[in-house]
Structure formats: structure tokens, C-alpha cells
């Protein structure tokens, strides 16, 4: 199976702060990567896919780039309502396999 | 607009199995495939396997290999996810989640609401 290994494991950040979150694949995936966002008792929302690509109705201030083994998802303003934890996940080949997910705070 | 209505919470004991209906509308149900992901409580996300609805084929990951179960009935547009052999650590919310674009097996863009499975003696 693909690890896909997040860092950091939690950030503490202020509002209009820009964060990066970075994804390492354990082999070459490609560009076959997405990243969620989950709020707490919500179900995780797709943001970005193909490493790079912005999923419709997503502001454009979250992006993502990278390929091979490492990737990053950058948000360049945070905005109250980003506070949340973000995941990677790995499409390259079964069983799909995400990261252990990014808590992003409020400091 | 998309929907994927799941069924309710449920409890089993330890060794019981459990059916997980995910009702879809709001697009043409055969033309999207179907995933499952759980949560365990305060822990990260997994993936249990796919469904074509269009023709039934489902790949389910090796974790899982012989005590899931996917099915769909096209007549409600509806998939199933059974989990048999339950132990504690099958407490988890089990979603549905539809892939992103037509036939498309790899990403997954309207989830449901999530269902809690509890796994208690």
C-alpha cells in the first residue's frame, strides 16, 4: 500500500495568515493526489484534485501543486471558516490511502 | 443537486454484521461510481472499496477483503455497504462518497452524512 505521511500534524495560525501543508508519498504517485477539508461532525469536502486543480465552488485562495512524492496544499489568506483539518489522499493505485490529517487552529 | 441520504445509527455486538444503505438522487445513479470511507472516532480516514453501480463490479481493499459486501439496487438508486465479523474496532461513521466526474474511480466529491456504527458488547 502508498503512506501518505502529512506534516505538520497540527498548525496554529492566525486569520490572513498563508499555510502550506505538505504530503509525501511513499512511491511515485504522479499527480494522482486530492486534498479534504473536514469541520468537526462534518463529512470531508474535496478541494483540490490532480494535485493542482481547483474543485468548482472552491475559493481560489486554496492551492495545491507538486508531483512524484511530494505535495503541498497552500492556503494564501486564511479565512475564519478554514479552520478545519485538511487530508491527502492517494489515487495512484488500490486501496486508496490518505494522510493522518492537518488540524489547522487558531492561534 | 446531488444528494446521498444514508441510513440511521446502529449498534451490534461484537461478531454481528451491518447494512449501510446510501440512497443517491440528484444525477444519473449508473453513471458515477461509489466509494466507502470510515472515521473512526477522532482518527483519520480509510478507505473500504468502490462500486460501479452501472454493472455491480465492486473492488473492496485488502483490510476489509472478506467481510465487506457492496451492492446497489439501480430500481432506487441506491448502494449498500455490509460489514460482517464486527469487533470494537469497527466503531466508526461509515460514509458513502460518489467519484468526482463521471466513471471516474478516483477521487471523491458529494459524500453522505456519515453513519455511526457502534460495535459494543
Known amino acids: 500500500d502508498i503512506q501518505m505521511t502529512q506534516s505538520p500534524s497540527s498548525v496554529s495560525a492566525s486569520v490572513g495568515d498563508r499555510i502550506s501543508i505538505t504530503c509525501r508519498a511513499s512511491?511515485?504517485?504522479?499527480?494522482?493526489i486530492a486534498w479534504y477539508q473536514q469541520k468537526p461532525g462534518k463529512a470531508p469536502k474535496l478541494l483540490i484534485y490532480?494535485?493542482?486543480s481547483l474543485q468548482s465552488g472552491v475559493p481560489s485562495r486554496f492551492s495545491g501543486s507538486g508531483s512524484g512524492t511530494q505535495f503541498t496544499l497552500t492556503i494564501s489568506s486564511l479565512q475564519p471558516e478554514d479552520f478545519a483539518t485538511y487530508y491527502c489522499q492517494q489515487a495512484k493505485s488500490f486501496p486508496y490511502t490518505f494522510g493522518q490529517g492537518t488540524k489547522v487552529e487558531i492561534k | 443537486q446531488v444528494q446521498l441520504m444514508q441510513s440511521g445509527a446502529e449498534v451490534r455486538k461484537p461478531g454481528a454484521s451491518v447494512k449501510i444503505s446510501c440512497k443517491a438522487s440528484?444525477?444519473?445513479?449508473?453513471?458515477?461510481?461509489m466509494h466507502w470511507v470510515r472515521q473512526a472516532p477522532g482518527q483519520g480516514l480509510e478507505w473500504m472499496g468502490l462500486?460501479?453501480?452501472?454493472?455491480?463490479?465492486?473492488f473492496n481493499a485488502q483490510n476489509f477483503q472478506d467481510r465487506v459486501t457492496m451492492t446497489r439496487d439501480t430500481s432506487t438508486s441506491t448502494v449498500y455497504m455490509e460489514l460482517s465479523s464486527l469487533r470494537s474496532e469497527d466503531t466508526a461513521v461509515y460514509y458513502c462518497?460518489?467519484?468526482?466526474?463521471?466513471?471516474?474511480?478516483?477521487?471523491?466529491?458529494?459524500w453522505g452524512q456519515g453513519t455511526l456504527v457502534t460495535v459494543s458488547s
Open positions: 490532480g494535485a493542482s
Open positions: 462500486i460501479n453501480p452501472s454493472g455491480g463490479a465492486t
Open positions: 440528484g444525477y444519473t445513479f449508473t453513471n458515477y461510481y
Open positions: 462518497a460518489r467519484g468526482e466526474s463521471p466513471s471516474s474511480t478516483l477521487y471523491f466529491d458529494d
Open positions: 512511491q511515485d504517485i504522479s499527480t494522482w
